[in-house]
C-alpha cells in the first residue's frame, strides 16, 4: 500500500522569506504522480502543484517549486518570497496511474504553515 | 460559475440519527467524489462517482451510502450515526479521472456526532 508522510507537524516562516516543506512516500509503483495541496482557514482544497514521477525536471508554479527525489521518494515543496496569504494547511498526495482504486488521492496529514509579518 | 457546492456548512447529529450531505457541481464533471478529513489527518476517500448510476468504494466506506442519478449531484448518505463519522466531509469533482484532471473541491461540511 502507499503512504504519504509529513514528518513536520507545524512550521512558521517570515513574511518575504523562504520555506521548504518536506514530504517522503512509500510505493513499489515506477509511474505515479505527487501533488501538493493548500487548505486555508476558509477549509478550501486548492491544489498548489504537480509532479509527473517520469519527468525529471522538478515543476514550478510561480513562487511554489518542487524538490523531486524519485530514488529517495522524497517530495518538498519550496515556497519562495512567503506571503502572509500562504498561511495555511498543505497536504502533500499521491496517486498512481489512474485504474481501479489505484487513480485515488492518498494524502499525509499535514504541515501547518504559519507566515508571520 | 460556483464549482462545487456542499449542503449544510455545520450539523450536529445524535447517535442513531440519519441525514443526507448534499453535493453540487456545475462544471459537467463526470468524476465526483466523497473525502472526510479527520482531526489532524488528511483526506480519505470515501466513495467515488465514475457517472450517472455508477459509483464504487473508497478506502473508508462504512457507515456511508451514496447515489448519483444526475451528473450534477452526488449525495452521501449517514445511517445510524456514530461518534467516530465525526469529520469534516469535502465533495470533490473532475472531468475525467487521473492525475492530470485536476479535482475540484468544495468548502466541507463539518459534522459532529455527540
Known amino acids: 500500500a502507499q503512504t504519504v508522510t509529513q514528518s513536520q507537524p507545524e512550521m512558521s516562516v517570515q513574511e518575504a522569506e523562504t520555506v521548504t516543506l518536506s514530504c517522503t512516500y512509500d510505493?513499489?509503483?515506477?509511474?505515479?504522480?505527487l501533488f501538493w495541496y493548500k487548505q486555508p482557514p476558509s477549509r478550501q482544497m486548492i491544489l498548489v502543484i504537480r509532479?509527473?514521477?517520469?519527468?525529471?525536471q522538478n515543476a514550478t508554479e510561480n513562487r511554489f517549486s518542487v524538490n523531486f527525489q524519485k530514488a529517495a521518494k522524497s517530495f518538498s515543496l519550496k515556497i519562495s518570497d512567503s506571503q502572509l496569504g500562504d498561511t495555511a494547511m498543505y497536504f502533500c498526495a499521491f496517486m498512481t496511474h489512474p485504474g481501479g482504486s489505484q487513480g485515488n488521492l492518498i494524502f499525509g496529514k499535514g504541515t501547518k504553515l504559519s507566515v508571520k509579518p | 460559475n460556483a464549482g462545487v457546492t456542499q449542503t449544510p456548512k455545520f450539523r450536529i447529529l445524535k447517535i442513531g440519527q440519519s441525514m443526507t450531505l448534499q453535493c453540487t457541481q456545475d462544471m459537467n464533471h463526470n468524476y465526483m467524489y466523497w473525502y472526510r478529513q479527520d482531526p489532524g489527518m488528511g483526506l480519505k476517500l470515501i466513495y467515488y462517482?465514475?457517472?450517472?448510476?455508477?459509483?464504487d468504494k473508497g478506502e473508508v466506506p462504512n457507515g456511508y451510502n451514496v447515489s448519483r442519478s444526475t451528473t450534477e449531484d452526488f449525495p452521501l448518505r449517514l445511517e445510524l450515526a456514530a461518534p467516530s463519522q465525526t469529520s469534516v466531509y469535502f465533495c470533490?469533482?473532475?472531468?475525467?479521472?487521473?492525475?492530470?484532471?485536476?479535482?475540484?473541491f468544495g468548502p466541507g461540511t463539518r459534522l459532529t456526532v455527540t
Open positions: 509532479q509527473e514521477a517520469y519527468k525529471q
Open positions: 462517482s465514475v457517472g450517472a448510476g455508477i459509483t
Open positions: 470533490a469533482s473532475s472531468y475525467l479521472r487521473g492525475p492530470t484532471y485536476e479535482q475540484y
Open positions: 510505493t513499489s509503483e515506477n509511474n505515479y504522480y
